[in-house]
């Protein structure tokens, strides 16, 4: 999987189902790697963790084309901050519209 606008934050991993009540547990919150793709285990999940900070619409995909249509794929929408570093400028009074 592939996020655009970020790195994140590989915190866990494993095989088969997700587990809310255990899996957390075994999270790496102290070192974990940073990474802006990450290959997940067959029929297992990953979690990551980043700060959405840099507002706009990004994308969350797999690089295998024929994933997409399976669905792995997902979009993340940063909504403005606070401060000029996390908060898009307004379009120019200029632009034309559509």
């Not at 999987?1 to 915190?11: E, I, K």
Request: glycine letters at 10%; one cysteine or more.
């Amino acid at each position: 999987m592939h996020l655009h606008g970020y790195d994140f934050y590989v915190v866990g991993q494993g095989f088969g189902n997700y587990n809310p009540k255990t899996d957390p547990l075994k999270f790496n919150l102290v070192d974990p790697p940073q990474r802006n793709t990450v290959i997940a285990p067959i029929s297992g999940w990953v979690a990551i963790r980043f700060k959405a900070d840099n507002p706009g619409v990004w994308f969350l995909h797999c690089h295998l084309d024929d994933h997409l249509a399976w669905g792995l794929n997902m979009v993340f929408l940063v909504k403005n901050g606070h401060g000029p570093l996390a908060t898009l400028e307004p379009p120019p009074a200029d632009l034309p519209k559509c």
